[in-house]
């Protein structure tokens, strides 16, 4: 198996711009998390989905963030503007089911100017 | 969403000696305890974990010693060496995955 797959694995954009990052979950694994790693707050949770369907998004920052599964092997978040304090590694994490490993991509490292 | 707190935030050790880092949580419904291992520019690796039926878990040099009364639990790396130099998390999980603040190892050669 591949492992969780994300892309771009770098993002340089200008304030105001939208930012879009993939993820692509393990084949099989039925939840998948969205983290934002940063010096100051470490791993952070964003959204987790479980069958596609969002089951708590209370880490997402604020209305810019926003984050789709549109079906099992793909999802999405969306940062629209973006603004330079969005500068930080996102990470996509998936598991087959809940109360079990969680398998991290390589992450996004997004820098925003 | 500070549930998971994870001491030290960094520690030196000299090669051979034994790493250990603790962590506690507050959410009883927590069921899953697993350790991370992050190198420099890569994702968070699971490295061990722990359900609370049990109070220790061993695997080679790891071993994580879990106490469900006090709602702690700890990793310790026997025989440490240069290449464990990186960042640990801990974490607890119900249905989403909350972690600790990391702790940046250095191991002295």
């Known amino acids: 198996d591949a492992g969780v797959i994300q892309s771009p694995r770098h993002e340089v954009t200008e304030m105001g711009q939208e930012v879009t990052l993939r993820c692509k979950p393990i084949?099989?694994?039925?939840?998948l998390f969205w983290y934002r790693q940063t010096m100051m707050r470490g791993l952070e949770l964003l959204i987790y989905?479980?069958?596609?369907?969002?089951?708590?998004d209370s880490g997402m920052p604020e209305d810019r963030f926003s984050a789709k599964m549109p079906n099992a092997s793909f999802s999405t978040l969306k940062i629209q503007p973006s603004e330079p304090r969005d500068s930080a590694v996102y990470f996509c994490?998936?598991?087959?089911?809940?109360?079990?490993?969680?398998?991290f991509g390589q992450g996004t490292r997004l820098t925003v100017v | 969403q500070q549930q998971v707190k994870q001491s030290p935030q960094s520690l030196i050790v000299q090669k051979g000696g034994i790493s250990i880092i603790n962590c506690a949580y507050e959410?009883?419904?927590?069921?899953?305890f697993p350790w991370y291992q992050q190198f420099p520019g890569k994702g968070p690796a699971l490295l061990i974990a722990?359900?609370?039926?049990?109070s220790e878990k061993k695997e080679g040099r790891f071993t994580i010693s879990f106490n469900k009364s006090a709602k702690q639990f700890s990793l310790h790396i026997m025989d440490s060496q240069p290449g464990d130099s990186a960042t640990y998390f801990c974490?607890?999980?119900?249905?989403?995955?909350?972690f600790g603040k990391g702790t940046r190892l250095h191991i002295l050669p």
């Open positions: 722990i359900r609370p039926d049990v």
């Open positions: 974490a607890a999980r119900d249905d989403k995955i909350i």
């Open positions: 989905f479980n069958n596609n369907v969002p089951i708590d």
């Open positions: 994490a998936s598991s087959r089911q809940v109360r079990t490993e969680a398998f």
């Open positions: 084949s099989g694994h039925n939840s």
């Open positions: 959410n009883t419904a927590f069921d899953y």
